[in-house]
């Protein structure tokens, strides 16, 4: 497996001058997913926690529930990916369910090739997913604003490739309790719907699920993508330093969820689910 990130040799302008150096940019290689022996999806993602990556795509795909639905997930390094970038060579996630037959591929909504920049795109996708999952339950959780605003610096600091590179999305995992909320885990992707897939994978296959008593903070924007992966993970509370789509606004109201988005110094915009922050 590659490292997520890699040195390369740059010219660097600067105030007139022109000096020869190294940067360090964060890597994107394709993960073929195969469910039972079938080609699933081929991802565009930064190398690491790709265990985690693959049961994320089962778990947001309802392909599975539960961690003990997944027998096995392997990983096979510098396999020829099937419909991937022309001659591209990379990893395959081989996953094999305990019950392969109750296994229907053309319920997937992702197909093929899902590049890093792009999950969900087309309305018949966005139409098959919005059932997938019940709403969350109303109250639960409630989360102090401090706390909240507090959540900016804490993934910040978990981001090590994102601060050797400036180039990857983050994504991060807060267990409420108490009026306080303590940082459970920290995934980093070139694509944000994968940095938040190896979350989902992790919390699956440590047997968290469903994370109704979680927030999910996120590094930049709120897509509708984000908050249904939320709501497959049971997740009430979906927050981030920028800006929430329309269509993500519409989901986390229709289902129950707590959508805040802007958060950042001392200030933040609620969109949905104003009563789970507190004063």
């Known amino acids: ?24 940019v964060a890597v994107e290689e394709p993960l073929e997913l195969r469910v039972d022996g079938q080609s699933l999806a081929v991802v565009m993602r930064t190398p690491g926690h790709d265990t985690e990556l693959a049961a994320g795509f089962l778990l947001s795909e309802g392909i599975v529930r539960t961690k003990e639905e997944v027998y096995a997930i392997r990983e096979c390094v510098s396999e020829a990916v099937k419909d991937g970038p022309p001659g591209a060579k990379g990893n395959v996630a081989k996953i094999f369910l305990a019950n392969p037959e109750r296994f229907d591929p053309e319920r997937l909504t992702r197909h093929v090739l899902t590049s890093s920049g792009c999950g969900i795109c087309a309305r018949s996708s966005i139409d098959a997913v919005a059932s997938l999952f019940p709403p969350v339950e109303p109250g639960g959780l409630s989360l102090p604003r401090e706390a909240l605003l507090a959540m900016p610096g804490q993934l910040a600091e978990a981001q090590a490739t994102f601060r050797r590179t400036g180039g990857l999305h983050g994504c991060a995992l807060f267990a409420v309790e108490g009026g306080a909320a303590t940082l459970l885990a920290a995934r980093e992707d070139v694509g944000r719907h994968n940095a938040v897939d190896k979350l989902l994978g992790w919390a699956l296959l440590s047997g968290r699920l469903p994370l109704s008593r979680c927030a999910l903070f996120l590094s930049g924007r709120i897509s509708f ?9 049971g997740i009430p509370l979906v927050a981030a330093i920028s800006a929430p789509s329309s269509l993500a606004v519409e989901f986390a109201q229709a289902n129950g969820q707590t959508l805040v988005g802007f958060v950042r110094g001392a200030s933040m915009n609620i969109y949905t689910g104003p009563e789970r922050i507190t004063a």
């Open 1 to 24: 497996m590659s490292a997520p990130h890699r040195v390369v040799p740059i010219r660097r302008e600067e105030g007139g001058a022109t000096t020869l150096r190294e940067d360090a």
């Open 225 to 233: 993508e984000l908050v249904h992966k939320a709501l497959a993970g």
